[in-house]
């Protein structure tokens, strides 16, 4: 990418950084009059999952003051939450066990990537079978996908190296038995969740959102392959080009709570980025040092919604409310 570019792109962002300040903290109350008392429940929760990267400890391959992540260190962090100390299940790696350990708060003994042919999994103690059973609405919106069948492998248009650009193993969903009808690839109910990326700005648009939003990019746009320049940059790039709809969404504003999470580290076991942006969040760049897991994403989630049991690893862990001025 040319200076100009990336000089171009950081009054962009320093921009969106003045207006998103401004959205986020409202009109000020007239003088003597009372502020509006605050909201008491998150509705919408949005995660996105980002691919194998530190917050700091791996050096230039840190997300965490790198100039080629402008977006996130300069728009997103001066306005969020963020936690210094958050780290992939414990000494679980690769990819695939860091996603099943989101949603059911274990990787079942897997450490491999496999499709779910390979590693299916037949429980229903995990978090969207508790969120159905709550009747709390859930989709998964995963990039290159086509929503017309329920997505058991990776498919789609090849990156740089050969491998297509939607990964199954960057979502756990498809490996839950009861999601996909017993590795059915026309599950109705799967093809029902698990849905192309692209309709998401539709149902931003049409208000027809569900209470928990997982969003998978690609294999490009996640930073996990390099497929322009730096993949850091590359995925700084595709989150400046669609977190700004989910912030502006009337989801987000009317009780919504953003998640940006990195699966695994680089290097070890992290720390690796936690970043959380909501109108119930503590905000302005507030940072922790306190110990977090993804079971404590799991954690988090299950006590926003309310719904139990809390999944295995998500019992011991410490929840992210401390990020929060909120919550739920």
């Known amino acids: ?3 100009h570019r990336r000089g171009n792109r950081l009054w962009t962002v320093l921009g969106f950084l003045a207006g998103a300040i401004a959205t986020l903290s409202g009109p000020a109350p007239a003088h003597g009059a009372a502020a509006a008392p605050p909201k008491h429940h998150i509705k919408t929760v949005f995660i996105i999952l980002m691919e194998n990267h ?5 050096g230039s391959k840190d997300i965490r003051g790198n100039p080629k ?6 728009a997103l962090i001066p306005m969020s939450s963020y936690a210094n100390q958050y780290y992939d299940a414990p000494h679980i ?3 695939l066990p860091n996603y099943l350990w989101l949603e059911a708060g274990t990787n079942f003994g897997i450490r491999n990537d496999g499709p779910p042919s390979r590693n299916e999994q037949r429980t229903k103690r995990h978090l969207v079978t508790l969120l159905d059973n709550a009747k709390v609405s859930w989709k998964a919106y995963l990039e290159n996908t ?5 997505p058991l492998r990776d498919r789609g248009k090849t990156d740089p190296n050969g491998s297509p650009l939607y990964a ?3 979502e756990p969903f498809a490996y839950f038995a009861d999601v996909t009808d017993n590795l059915d690839r026309n599950s109705a109910y799967c093809i029902a969740h698990l849905r192309p990326f692209g309709e998401l700005a539709s149902d931003i648009r049409n208000g027809t959102l569900p209470q928990y939003v997982w969003i998978t990019p690609n294999l490009c746009d996640d930073m996990h392959d390099t497929c322009a320049g ?4 590359h995925g700084d790039i595709w989150l400046s080009e669609h977190v700004p709809a989910i912030l502006n969404s009337q989801a987000y504003k009317d009780g919504g709570a953003l998640f940006i999470t990195w699966d695994e580290a680089l290097k070890g076991d992290g720390p690796i980025p936690m970043i959380v942006l909501s109108p119930f969040a503590r905000g302005g760049g507030y940072s922790n040092r306190i110990f977090y897991t993804h079971g404590s994403t799991l954690r988090t989630f299950e006590e926003i919604f309310g719904v139990k049991p809390l999944l295995r690893d998500a019992k011991v862990e410490t929840d992210l409310s401390d990020l929060f001025a909120v919550f739920p």
């Open 1 to 3: 990418m040319s200076g």
């Open 54 to 58: 530190n917050w700091t400890g791996d």
């Open 69 to 74: 992540a402008p977006y996130i260190n300069y």
């Open 93 to 95: 790696h690769p990819s």
């Open 146 to 150: 086509t929503g017309e069948i329920c």
């Open 168 to 170: 199954v193993r960057h």
């Open 230 to 233: 730096s993949p850091i940059e």
